[in-house]
């Protein structure tokens, strides 16, 4: 198998994979405390199991949408997610 998206952004940062899920996290965080209203039901309509969604919940659910909403070929520049 290829290399996970997290490895490939990591790796382009020049980062850790825990740091770049870290960095994902903490933008995940803001979302879900953002102080607008609209803007915080986006993030909290993420399906998750937790008080709010993993790097790889969030990576999933981004997924299914651009392929939901006809947007999958901007999946073309990550061919092995």
């Keep these: 198998m290829g290399e996970h ?17 870290e960095i994902i996290s903490a933008r995940i965080r803001r979302g879900m405390n953002d102080p607008d209203p609209k803007k915080r039901a986006q993030w909290e309509a993420i399906p998750h199991e937790g008080e709010a969604p993993t790097p790889e919940e969030w990576l999933y659910y981004a997924v299914n949408y651009l392929i939901e909403h006809g947007d999958g070929d901007l999946l073309r520049w990550y061919p092995n997610l």
Excluded: D, P
């Design 5 to 21: 998206l997290f490895e490939r952004l990591a790796r382009e940062r020049g980062i850790t994979v825990e740091e770049m899920r």
